[in-house]
């Protein structure tokens, strides 16, 4: 009876030491959601490693994490011990991976992006984009502007809907702080309408230093009732017929986000503004400058008068002194 007790420890003691054999490295293992132990241990398995079941039930209990496994997908890369493999599963390890939404996508870039990933489950494949803020909860009907830009990174697996989530509710959150923190002239009644001017923004800056500086001239446009008179806007109502050639038929011909023959924001963001034009739309720079136009190398001229702008359009766009 001692031998075999002693037996018992010493091959127990074997086990929980002695790295595991794995048909090959590094691989890949996928444990489903609420997967009961064993058909973790299924998985572990299937996938070549080697974890002789009951030995490492029996290992789990002793160390009360037979219920705690973490669903996911997990990258064995080198040799572990069943007690090193427990706790890489316990503790959630999982494979990381990530997706880079870009300051001035489009809500329907974002989507692509996501659905061109092969590291997310792809629940959302298929849905409008109404049924896409109804999973979210979003109180908003339309879907542009409302994903804060930034790199996520997530666990390999993870669900789309999850990461889409996380986007909107950074969003929430950075313009509630900057709303906040808005100066007190601004020219906007919502929140919302803060946004649409930040996305504006966020297309019409070619040099970031400029950017406090065009927030201004728009927010004095606003104040007087003046049109913005932005190709971005325009560019965004024209969708897939948009060419890359922006044409003056283009500008005249009228449209919710036509900013050239409508007084006003347009009614939705047209893009995903960074926090720089974010702050920006909230604490625009000071300046009496009504217009700009670009130089042709990124930078743009400022002008206060209607005349003095006509003189910048024809020195720098037309060629002309």
């Known amino acids: 009876m001692v031998l075999a007790v002693a037996a018992a420890v010493g091959y127990g003691a074997w086990y929980v030491s002695t790295p595991l054999e794995i048909a090959r490295l ?9 997967a009961g132990f064993r058909a973790a241990v299924d998985a572990l398995q299937k996938a070549g490693i080697r974890v002789r079941p009951y030995e490492f039930e029996l290992l789990a209990r002793a160390l009360g994490r037979e219920r705690g496994i973490k669903a996911g997908s997990y990258e064995i890369a080198v040799q572990l011990t069943p007690t090193e493999l427990l706790e890489k599963l316990t503790r959630g390890d ?3 991976a990530q997706i880079q939404l870009i300051e001035g996508w489009t809500f329907a870039q974002f989507r692509a992006a996501l659905d061109a990933s092969p590291d997310v489950k792809h629940e959302t494949a ?14 908003e009907p339309h879907p542009e502007g409302l994903f804060f830009p930034d790199t996520y990174v997530f666990g390999k697996g993870t669900r789309d809907i999850r990461v889409l989530r996380r986007a909107y509710r950074a969003m929430q959150r950075h313009l509630k702080t900057e709303w906040e923190a808005r100066s007190p002239n601004v020219p906007y009644q919502t929140p919302y309408e803060a946004l649409i001017m930040a996305s504006i923004i966020e297309k019409e800056t070619g040099k970031a230093a400029e950017r406090d500086l065009i927030a201004g001239v728009l927010c004095n446009r606003l104040r007087i009732g003046m049109r913005l008179q932005v190709d971005p806007t325009v560019i965004y ?17 009228d449209g919710p986000y036509n ?14 503004p960074g926090l720089a034009s974010l702050r920006s739309a909230l ?13 042709g190398d990124g930078s743009s001229h400022f002008s206060r ?6 003189r910048a359009v024809s020195k720098f766009q037309k060629g002309g002194r």
Not at 237 to 253: I, P, S, T, V, Y
């Open 305 to 310: 008068t209607l005349d003095e702008h006509n």
């Open 126 to 139: 298929g849905l409008d984009d109404a049924q896409v803020l109804s999973l979210l909860q979003a109180s």
């Open 94 to 96: 999982v494979t990381q």
């Open 237 to 253: 109502g024209l969708g897939n017929a948009f060419d890359g050639n922006l044409k003056k038929m283009h500008l005249l011909e």
């Open 26 to 34: 590094p691989v890949e293992v996928e444990i489903p959601p609420r």
């Open 259 to 272: 900013t050239y023959t409508r007084a006003g924001l347009p009614p939705t963001p047209i893009a995903m």
């Open 283 to 295: 604490r625009p720079g000071r300046t009496e400058a009504l217009y700009y136009v670009s130089r």
